[in-house]
């Protein structure tokens, strides 16, 4: 059985698109996805699956939500390696000593159009950047909160992205080493 990671987006915050994560669990269980565990409210999932393809099983978690919570979150589905491979080609190994300031953007697909000139005029001294094929790695010492490039992040991208700190990172990535 394959090991996939998903990433959710746009679900428990603010009061909105509320999804337990024990029925998160629970709906994952039941289309037959196996040994799902979830970490903190935001939406992050580990399991295992017979499918092949991440975007048809986004898809069909999607459905299931939809129909069953009335909401369609955009998920990204990641193979269980592939964390891992993006986690290890972290630039900022300095961040992972304040997890909080360094996030990693998942991109659903290459950012060939980035306007990279205007993420250079809106990041901070202090701030450092990175952007790959498969992800857009930012380190903000000041907090990320204060960071007027993160705020553009995705706008300046131009493709969907979902980000998660390096706490949440790490995290996920024990979840998945339990599997096995």
């Given amino acids: 059985m394959n ?11 603010g009061g909105n698109h509320i999804l337990p994560m024990a029925d998160l669990r629970a709906g994952l ?3 037959g996805l196996r040994e799902a565990k979830t970490y903190i409210q935001s939406g992050n999932a580990v399991f295992r699956s ?3 393809d991440g975007v048809a099983l986004s898809g069909k978690i999607a459905d299931w939500i939809e129909e069953n919570y009335h909401f369609r979150p955009r998920i990204l589905i990641l193979p269980g ?6 986690a290890a080609a972290n630039p900022f190994p300095a961040g992972e000593e304040n997890p909080k300031n360094l996030h990693l953007y998942f991109l659903a697909a ?3 159009s980035a306007d990279l000139k205007a993420m250079d005029a809106l990041k901070s001294d202090t701030e450092n950047y990175l952007l ?3 992800a857009f790695y930012l380190h903000a010492p000041d907090g990320v909160g204060r960071s007027k490039l993160a705020t553009q992040v995705e706008r300046l991208l131009g493709v969907p992205a979902t980000a ?5 990172i790490s995290r996920i990535l024990e979840l998945a080493e339990e599997l096995g």
């Avoid at 090991?3 to 915050?13: E, M, S, Y």
């Avoid at 390696?81 to 993006?86: E, K, S, T, V």
């Avoid at 998660?164 to 949440?168: G, I």
């Fill in 3 to 13: 090991k996939w990671i998903a990433l959710f987006r746009g679900i428990n915050v």
């Fill in 29 to 31: 269980e039941s289309l």
């Fill in 50 to 52: 017979r499918d092949e």
């Fill in 81 to 86: 390696d592939a964390l891992r491979r993006i």
């Fill in 110 to 112: 290459p950012a060939k």
């Fill in 132 to 134: 790959t094929d498969t």
């Fill in 164 to 168: 998660r700190n390096w706490r949440t």
